[in-house]
């Protein structure tokens, strides 16, 4: 599938990896491009990943069936909104970001929570598009490779309001070796899935590691 | 032990009954032990479980070393204050509750979260209390018996100042059959505990049961 991962971070680049060793064709996408590409961090990382080509948020948006939005939570809305309903419109979007305020230091806070979520924030931004909150539950290296964790059978979500949608994610995350797979219902879930976070920070803390996550046991 | 349980509603009696069959000193604490004994729940499980007095939150905690707080989550603060911190001083209270607030229906919101907890509320409204906040991530049935999900192989937490009072709760957990038992560190760690339940709400309705826990792999 033709894949645009918005966002240029560590989790943005692991999901960009990650699609392209299952075979799609992948496109970052960044504010600004020239600014990006001389960015320390991501020019080690692209000299590794150099078939990975980079574009402006729209321009990368603008060509793929699946948009995954990787950009750090606090920025999320208005970079969404800033690729427009039009280049959005019918295609599936991934929201794997969590809306983590750090203004107060660590553990962090949400700035949306309980009453609304980030997810529905971004559904409501771009209506036309199929969101779907994914991944945002474990680390951005557990997205892609379940097994650096135990014995790799963990638990993973998808919640949105289009089946098809939620299907096509379900497929990628099978791709990465995912198997345990729970489908939450509506967009609305994503409550709870981004709620989860401010466990997932403290026991980071606990742990002293992200390298952890969760198995519903049922 | 002399454990005191406040609150006679499920969480309550399960756990009241719980501790009596590991041999414990049972007390149940109720506002109004005249009316909660003929109410038709109550009365029913008191039939079934006779050796476990019920009297007046205050006069059920006077004499106990452990107090259990299973009150509704709306009326904890104010039931702790009622029972009043002479009462509480230098005993171990253990926080089951969690703040739910179901009036704009399922599945409930959080009426504290985020930047502070029911936990925290409690500890500040009875300082000299050494409250650890547990078992109020899982449903009554299991807080008890651990085995009721899956291999009995899945998680618990405790979150408190004192450590010697989390060590007397590990070992009430012990008792039940609790061997993952994760310490977050101080009662602060409370805010991720009871944020949790906003996944477990959308969990339960996802899986229809109760029946349910996660286990933290790593």
């Known amino acids: 599938m033709r894949i645009t991962v918005l966002g240029t971070g560590v989790v943005g680049r692991t999901l960009a990896a990650g699609f392209e060793r299952n ?13 990006t590409s001389h960015r320390d961090d991501f020019s080690e990382w692209a ?15 603008a060509d793929a069936e699946v948009v995954v939005n990787a950009t750090n939570g606090a920025a999320s809305v208005s970079t969404i909104e800033g ?53 945002n539950t474990v680390n951005a290296a557990v997205m892609v490779d379940p097994r650096l964790v135990g014995d790799g059978d963990t638990t993973v979500f998808v919640a949105g309001d289009d089946e098809a949608a939620k299907e096509t994610v379900r497929g990628l995350m099978t791709e990465f070796g995912w198997s345990d797979i729970v489908d939450m219902g509506g967009i609305g879930a994503a409550r709870g899935l981004e709620m989860w976070i401010a466990l997932w920070v403290r026991l980071m803390g606990t742990f002293g590691t992200p390298m952890f996550n969760l198995k519903l046991v049922r």
Do not use: C, M, W
């Not at 949306?112 to 598009?129: F, H, N, Y």
């Open 47 to 61: 000299g590794q990943h150099g078939a990975i080509p980079l574009a402006t948020y729209a321009d990368a948006a």
């Open 83 to 135: 690729v427009g309903a039009e280049k959005l419109a019918g295609k599936v979007l991934v929201d794997v970001s969590n809306p983590l305020d750090f203004s107060q230091g660590f553990p962090p806070t949400l700035s949306v929570k309980d009453t609304d979520s980030l997810g529905e924030q971004i559904q409501r931004a771009v209506p036309t598009a199929r969101v779907v909150k994914a991944f």
């Open 23 to 35: 075979g799609h064709l992948v496109t970052l996408g960044t504010r600004d491009p020239a600014g």
